[in-house]
């Protein structure tokens, strides 16, 4: 059945040498740069090639078991030829022949991996000495170069993130690394992807896992917090007096107005004792009586 491709949709390679082609051009321009012009092959080169050729065509088909190779669709395969990196890049995914004498391979995975940055002990802008871990994601994006640049791409990437993590934590203040952990991480990460781009490593994400103060410090801030709230307290309260006490100034202005709004708070109060206590019974005595018997008495 023959299906219609509309013509801006892309165009599927029609075999493999095509689509390793153009895997091959992806990595050239991920890397960034054209591809170099290949050496020019002396005389012992093309000797031992016509060599091992001739070997595979005596030995077959038991050359087969050591000419073919397969890589999975998440890694490529990166082929060195009399220890010079062949033309074109990595080969992969699928299926390929490298000449088992003169070629050398290595299989490169490129997924996401993650390592934990050990305990790192940090001393602070402000002189404080913390210990701080984080959790790095990284893959490879260009598998040739990450083999052919740098001995081992990921235990570099690991040691460069515990110096990364320490110099930039060195530059900030304590409070900033509690409050500003995502813009620091965000730093952390520039930083590292910058420095491992000539690495074929791409640092996708920087996680600040813990940072841990020591014991005296810990004490120190629980009690700065707990005398900071407790004087916030301490104000809420005032504060609520005082608005207590001009409530209660208004309240006894208006009272003063009206002598019949006196016996009616009396008549509210003896309802709300005998709610609770029946035997008990309150006479209020007015203070004017009382300031004239003292009068009297002098």
């Not at 005032?238 to 208006?254: F, H, I, N, P, T």
Request: proline share 4%; with cysteine; charged share 25%.
């Amino acid at each position: 059945m023959n299906s219609k491709i509309s013509p801006d949709s892309e165009e599927i390679p029609t075999n493999m040498h095509e689509t390793k082609g153009k895997n091959n051009e992806r990595e050239q321009e991920t890397f960034g740069g054209a591809p170099e012009a290949v050496p020019k092959q002396g005389l012992c080169d093309i000797l031992l090639t016509l060599l091992c050729l001739a070997l595979i065509v005596v030995t077959f088909p038991f050359s087969l078991f050591f000419c073919i190779r397969v890589v999975q669709e998440y890694e490529r395969a990166v082929i060195f030829r009399l220890g010079r990196l062949l033309h074109g890049g990595s080969k992969g995914p699928g299926i390929f022949f490298i000449l088992p004498c003169i070629e050398n391979c290595t299989t490169v995975d490129l997924r996401t991996l993650t390592f934990d940055v050990p305990p790192q002990e940090v001393l602070t802008k402000d002189s404080v000495t913390i210990s701080v871990d984080a959790v790095v994601y990284y893959r490879v994006q260009n598998a040739s170069v990450s083999v052919a640049n740098v001995e081992n791409a990921h235990h570099s990437t690991r040691l460069l993130a515990q110096t990364t993590l320490r110099n930039i934590l060195g530059t900030h203040n304590l409070h900033e690394i509690l409050a500003e952990r995502e813009h620091i991480s965000n730093s952390m990460q520039s930083v590292l992807d910058e420095c491992t781009d000539a690495w074929g490593i791409k640092v996708e994400r920087v996680e600040i896992k813990d940072v841990r103060l020591p014991v005296q410090l810990q004490r120190a801030m629980a009690a700065e917090a707990e005398a900071t709230r407790e004087a916030r307290a301490k104000v809420i309260a005032a504060e609520g007096e005082q608005k207590a006490s001009r409530a209660l100034k208004e309240a006894a202005d208006v009272i003063a107005e009206s002598p019949a709004a006196l016996q009616l708070r009396y008549l509210q109060t003896l309802n709300s004792i005998s709610a609770e206590k029946n035997s008990t019974i309150i006479f209020p005595l007015p203070v004017d009586i009382i300031g004239g018997l003292l009068k009297k008495e002098e």
